[in-house]
């Protein structure tokens, strides 16, 4: 199902008179950055961590058929690695569109590398949201995850960017990497069977 969020995220003043914002990206945020920024830090947050249990009806599926992307859920003690950005609060207006199935900014701290930290926004699918899918085996994320196809391309194509982003940032993610073990079963399978 679809719930645009875009109003509910207008709502959201809270940077808008900053001259600059931190957003950090745990997902298709890390890999595709369709959007001007002033610096880009790898980066993590506490107390998160990333799943597969978003539904994707408008980018990586479809209504008939949706993808899985990611979302945050709360998990004590837990790290999620990403990319923070420095953006301009003019970039909300693409952000809120770019993410307007479900996602809310949440303001959240954000810490570097270097142990240094900021205040800064993530956007965040809560289970509230009438695009969630929820928990279900990394074997059958991975099979719907194969399906799945929309107006921004595969779903395997989100799945696989963002294994590749994190293996570049020297970041694990055992849930994000088991899918995707699945998913390249699964297309091993398929071969054989051609
Ligand atoms: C994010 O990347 O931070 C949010 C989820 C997504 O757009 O994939």
Redesign the pocket.
């Known amino acids: 199902m679809s719930d645009n969020t875009i109003s509910r995220n207008k709502a959201m003043t809270k940077f808008d008179q900053h001259d600059s914002v931190w957003?950090?990206?745990?997902?298709?945020?890390?890999f595709?950055a369709d959007f001007p920024f002033i610096e880009r830090r790898p980066a993590h947050i506490v107390g998160w961590s990333r799943r597969f249990w978003?539904g994707s009806h408008d980018?990586r599926g479809t209504v008939q058929a949706p993808g899985r992307?990611?979302?945050l859920i709360q998990d004590e003690g837990a790290t999620c690695a990403?990319m923070a950005y420095l953006i301009t609060p003019e970039v909300f207006d693409h952000l809120d569109y770019?993410?307007k199935n479900g996602?809310l900014r949440l303001s959240t701290d954000i810490i570097f590398e270097d142990h240094s930290s900021a205040e800064g926004l993530?956007?965040?699918?809560t289970e509230e949201n009438a695009a969630f899918l929820g928990p279900a085996p990394e074997r059958d994320i991975a099979r719907q995850i194969a399906k799945a196809e929309g107006p921004s391309g595969r779903n395997a194509d989100?799945l696989l960017g963002?294994a590749v982003a994190l293996r570049e940032l020297g970041k694990e993610d055992a849930h994000v990497f088991e899918i995707e073990r699945h998913l390249q079963l699964l297309n091993a399978i398929n071969q054989d069977a051609e």
Request: aromatic fraction near 20%.
């Open positions: 957003l950090f990206g745990y997902g298709s945020l890390i595709k978003q980018h992307v990611v979302t990403g770019r993410e996602y993530i956007y965040i699918a989100y963002l």
